[in-house]
C-alpha cells in the first residue's frame, strides 16, 4: 500500500503485499516557498524501493507536491529498505534545491510505526556541501479550498501503469501540470484553479482495426508536433473488440494512458460501442478495473458510451448511472463522459434530466457536412441548462466518416466551441481511405508525418491545435 497524504485527506492505493504500513514523514518541507532566495512552486520526491524485490523490480514512485498543496508530505509504505530524495522547481522549471548527494545514497529501513526523514538539501547549481534552508510548516488544505491530494501518477503494484517522471530541468510544466484535476461545472469544463479550460486532440480509430496507431510514437508526435493536449482511446467494444479479446484490448488502452502520463496530456478511455445497455456487466467491470488503476491521475478521463444509436434517454443514463458508480466506489473523482441518443446529438434531452454526479460531462458529436446550426441550438440549449458538453468525436466531412469535405461549416463550429470552450477530439487518426482519416493511406505509424502524409481534415485539424 502506498498512501499520499496531504491536509486533512488521504489517498491509498493498494499493493500487492499484506505487510504493515509505516508512516514516512518528510521533515522540514518549507512553508514559504524560499529556497536559496528564490519562491519554489513544486517539489518532487523520488522512493525508490530496493528491498524486498520480491514483488517486481524494485519500484520508483514519483510525487509531485505543489506549495499549495502541502507544506509537510507524508507517506505510507511496506517495511522495507529505501532510497528517498527530493528536489525543489521554481515556475519556470528551473531546479532550486535537491536532496545532497550524500543523502541521495543514504539507505533508509522503513519498519517502525513511523520513520522521519530530515534530508540535506543542496542548491541545484553548486557542490553537494552548499547549506541548505529548510524551514518547518504545517499542513495546509490547497488554496482552492478543497481536500485535493496531490497527484498519484503510478503505483507499485502496477507495472503497466510507470509513474511520469519529474519535469527535466529547465523544462516547462506540462499542460496538465498546469491544469491538473478537471470538474464539469455549470456548463464548463474547469482546472485545478477553477478556470474554464479548452482541450483540443485527435481521437484514435476502433482499437481493434488501426492497431499501427495505437503506439507510444503516435501520441509523442500528437504532442510535440500538433501541439496536442488531449488524445481518445477509442477501444473497440463489439465486432471483433473488447468483448471478445478483452486483455489484448486493455493492453493497447494502457499503453496509450502510460504515453499520454509521460508526455503530460489528458487521455479519454473510450467504450467505444454503440449497444453499451446490452452489456452494462462488462462495461462496469472494465471502469471499475480502470478506476483502480487511474483514480488518482488528474490525465485520465473516462467516456462510458460513445454513441447511443436507438435508446432511449432513461436507458443511457440508468447505465451510465451503473458505469458511474462502479467508478465512484473506487473513490476516483476523474471526469466522466456520458453519451446521448442518436449518435451522441440529443444533449437537450439530457439537459432535462440530467445524471445526478459531482463530475459529469455529455459528449455532443458531430459531422460538418451533415450536421450544422439545428444541432448547434441543442448544444445552445443544453448549455444554457448547465451541462458542460465535451465533443469526443467530430469530422469536417459527412457524417458516414466519407464524402463531401465542408471546411466552412467546420469553421462555425470552431467558433461555437471556441465561444463556449469546448473541448475537442477530431476523428479519426487513422489513414484508412475515407475522409474523416487524418492521414492517407500506407502512412506509417511510428514515423514523423510531412505535410503530405496529410489529408485534408488532418491538415486543417493540425492547424487548428498548432
Same mark, same amino acid.
Given at each position: ?111 517502525? $510505526? ?9 542548491? #541545484? *547549481?553548486? %557542490?553537494?556541501?552548499? !547549506? +541548505?534552508? /529548510? ?7 490547497? $488554496? ?9 501518477? #503510478? *503505483?507499485? %503494484?502496477?507495472?503497466? !501503469? +510507470?509513474? /511520469? ?302
Amino acid at each position: 500500500m502506498f498512501t499520499v497524504q496531504c491536509g486533512e485527506k488521504s489517498v491509498e492505493v493498494p499493493s500487492v503485499t499484506g505487510e504493515a504500513l509505516t508512516e514516512v514523514s518528510i521533515l522540514n518541507v518549507p512553508s514559504e516557498g524560499a529556497l536559496e532566495g528564490r519562491p519554489w512552486m513544486s517539489m518532487d520526491v523520488q522512493v525508490e524501493r530496493i528491498t524486498p524485490t520480491r514483488m517486481l523490480e524494485p519500484t520508483k514512485i514519483f510525487e509531485r507536491i505543489t506549495l499549495e498543496s502541502a507544506v509537510d508530505a507524508r507517506f505510507k509504505l511496506s517495511s522495507g529498505t529505501y532510497h528517498i530524495t527530493a528536489s525543489y522547481w521554481d515556475a519556470k522549471g528551473q531546479k532550486i534545491s535537491e536532496t545532497c548527494s550524500e543523502d541521495k545514497g543514504r539507505v533508509h529501513s522503513v519498519e517502525g $510505526s513511523q520513520y522521519q526523514v530530515d534530508m540535506r538539501l543542496c542548491s #541545484g *547549481t553548486t %557542490s553537494a556541501d552548499a !547549506t +541548505p534552508t /529548510t524551514s518547518t510548516g504545517s499542513n495546509q488544505r490547497p $488554496s482552492d479550498g478543497s481536500n485535493r491530494t496531490p497527484n498519484t501518477p #503510478g *503505483t507499485p %503494484s502496477t507495472p503497466s !501503469t +510507470p509513474p /511520469t517522471p519529474p519535469t527535466p530541468p529547465g523544462a516547462p510544466l506540462s499542460f496538465v501540470d498546469q491544469h491538473g484535476w478537471l470538474t464539469a461545472r455549470n456548463g464548463k469544463l474547469l482546472d485545478k484553479t477553477g478556470q474554464p479550460v479548452q482541450l483540443k486532440g485527435m481521437s484514435l480509430f476502433w482499437s481493434q482495426w488501426s492497431t499501427a496507431f495505437w503506439n507510444r510514437e503516435v501520441v509523442a508526435q500528437l504532442k510535440t508536433q500538433w501541439k496536442s493536449t488531449l488524445i481518445r482511446a477509442a477501444m473497440g467494444v463489439e465486432e471483433g473488440g473488447y468483448l471478445a479479446n478483452p486483455d489484448a484490448e486493455k493492453s493497447r488502452v494502457k499503453l496509450i494512458v502510460d504515453e499520454a502520463m509521460k508526455q503530460g496530456i489528458y487521455v479519454i478511455i473510450d467504450w467505444h460501442d454503440h449497444n453499451a445497455v446490452n452489456h452494462p456487466d462488462q462495461a462496469r467491470d472494465f471502469f471499475a478495473e480502470m478506476a483502480d488503476l487511474y483514480g488518482q491521475t488528474p490525465n485520465v478521463i473516462f467516456e462510458v458510451y460513445n454513441e447511443p444509436v436507438n435508446q432511449s434517454w432513461d436507458q443511457v443514463k440508468g447505465y451510465a448511472q451503473t458505469v458511474i458508480g462502479a467508478i465512484r466506489s473506487k473513490g476516483a473523482k476523474n471526469l466522466v463522459i456520458v453519451g446521448s441518443p442518436s449518435w451522441s446529438q440529443r444533449v437537450d434531452l439530457a439537459a432535462d434530466n440530467p445524471i445526478q454526479d459531482s463530475n459529469v460531462a455529455y459528449t455532443l458529436h458531430f459531422y460538418s457536412a451533415t450536421h450544422r446550426q439545428d444541432l448547434r441550438d441543442k448544444a445552445s440549449y443544453a448549455l444554457s441548462k448547465g451541462l458542460t458538453l465535451f465533443v469526443t468525436e467530430f469530422g469536417v466531412c459527412d457524417a458516414s466518416g466519407n464524402g463531401n469535405v465542408d471546411l466552412a461549416e467546420s469553421d462555425q463550429w470552431m467558433n461555437f466551441m471556441d465561444r463556449y470552450k469546448i473541448s475537442w477530439a477530431n476523428w479519426s487518426l487513422n489513414d484508412k481511405p475515407e475522409s474523416a482519416s487524418a492521414l492517407k493511406p500506407g502512412v506509417n505509424g511510428k514515423a514523423i508525418w510531412q505535410d503530405g502524409d496529410l489529408t485534408v481534415s488532418g491538415s486543417y485539424v493540425k492547424s487548428k491545435m498548432k
